[in-house]
């Protein structure tokens, strides 16, 4: 009982702190977040926040492959550009090479009644406004009931479950964050695409930490540099 009043409170609290949405990462210009399988770096994920006059554009790079005997098995790399205006979703489009097979995706604002048009290698059409790419940076995902791939463009329908506070150590330094699971709320799905994810917010200022999945190994995102 206590467990499930705490989660309550905080989404009641994340409700209300999250309003201001990406202006919450104002102090932010530079993420870097290192790729782990089964506790070997395999690759990086970065991200550069460029702000000019209300505008905020934020580019990210994955980089990562899986490697035996030294062949690689298995190459993956991304890059996209994320858009807000005066802190509301403006745009993406991302171009992604996974293994050498090509995936896309572009979303634009429809300016009649700001619901997003999406042209990805999944899914094409028009969906909610108040869907969120899932670029995993911005803690506004823990609202949602649904979120974009970043990759494609299909739509995942996800069930949100705040998991407790936690200490998480990387490196030498402690955070004390507040850790969520992303699932797929679409039993039909294949394994291969539901989503079972957790991720680590830092409590306070809710700066993505750490995110850790199984999929064919064991995989985590670990924060490595701040600017």
Same mark, same amino acid.
């Given at each position: 009982?206590?467990?499930?009043l ?12 999250i309003?201001?949405?990406v202006e919450h990462?104002?102090k932010?210009?530079?993420l870097e977040?290192e790729?782990f399988?089964? /506790?070997k =770096? $395999? ?6 926040f460029k702000?000019?006059?209300? *505008? #905020? @554009? +934020?580019?990210?790079?994955?980089n990562?492959?899986i ?10 790399y991304?890059?996209g550009v ?15 090479n996974q293994?050498?097979?090509e995936?896309?995706v572009?979303?634009t604002?429809?300016?009649?009644? /700001?619901? =997003? $048009?999406i ?5 094409k059409?028009k969906?909610?406004? *108040? #869907? @969120? +790419? ?9 609202q949602k009931k ?6 494609s463009?299909r739509?995942?329908?996800?069930k949100v479950?705040f998991?407790?506070?936690e200490?998480?150590k ?15 709320s679409?039993?039909?799905?294949s394994k291969?695409?539901k989503l079972?994810t957790?991720i ?17 190994g064991?995989w985590e995102?670990?924060?490595k540099?701040?600017k």
């Open positions: 009982m206590k467990k499930y705490l989660s309550i409170a905080i989404i009641f609290f994340l409700s209300i702190e309003k201001a949405h990462y104002s932010y210009n530079y977040y790729l399988r089964n /506790n =770096l $395999i690759g990086y994920h970065k991200y550069n702000r000019d006059e209300g *505008n #905020l @554009i +934020i580019d990210n790079e994955v990562f492959k490697t035996k005997l030294g062949v690689d098995l298995y190459k993956y991304a890059k994320e858009s807000y205006k005066n802190g509301i979703f403006s745009g993406f489009n991302s171009e992604t293994n050498k097979k995936k896309y572009n979303i604002v429809d300016p009649k009644d /700001n619901n =997003l $048009i042209d990805g290698s999944s899914f059409g969906v909610d406004k *108040n #869907l @969120i +790419i899932g670029t995993w940076w911005n803690h506004e995902i823990v649904a979120q974009i791939s970043a990759v463009g739509i995942i329908e996800q479950e998991k407790g506070k200490e998480v990387i490196g030498d330094k402690v955070y004390k964050t507040l850790r969520f699971n992303f699932s797929s679409d039993p039909s799905l291969d695409k079972n957790d680590w917010y830092e409590e306070g200022t809710y700066l993505w930490v750490k995110a850790a999945f199984d999929k064919t064991y995102y670990r924060l540099k701040v």
